[in-house]
């Protein structure tokens, strides 16, 4: 099994900046999976925001956020973080970690493993 923890959500004004932190843990994770961040608004559907390859050197943005967040890692931790900047009204939103073997693949990528979620709130 695998278990996220994630860290650092709250809330900040709109322009402002948050970084995310998931810390992985458990007897089958290891350092190749694919970490991803997901975000679910109230009333709206889980979103894919970002995901990062094992090695670190593949990553991928929802449209919305390039340019704003930035997806890392340290694997020698088993950690993932998201920076946020720039962080809109409509960031708003729950926010979980993820972790799969495979690779971010487009609108059905599904990881098997979630945390709990972190709340982040812009206020405008």
């Known amino acids: 099994q695998v278990q996220l923890v994630e860290s650092g959500g709250g809330l900040v004004q709109a322009g402002g900046s948050l970084r995310l932190s998931c810390a992985a843990s458990g007897r089958t994770f290891s350092s190749d999976y694919t970490m991803a961040w997901f975000r679910q608004a109230p009333g709206k559907e889980r979103e894919f925001v970002a995901a990062?390859?094992?090695?670190?050197?593949?990553?991928d943005y929802v449209e919305s956020v390039k340019g704003r967040f930035t997806i890392s890692r340290d694997n020698a931790k088993n950690t993932v973080h998201l920076q946020m900047n720039s962080l809109k009204p409509e960031d708003t939103a729950v926010y979980y970690c993820a972790a799969d073997r495979t690779y971010y693949s487009g609108i059905n990528y599904y990881p098997d493993y979630w945390g709990q979620g972190t709340q982040v709130t812009v206020s405008s």
């Open positions: 990062i390859s094992w090695r670190g050197d593949r990553n």
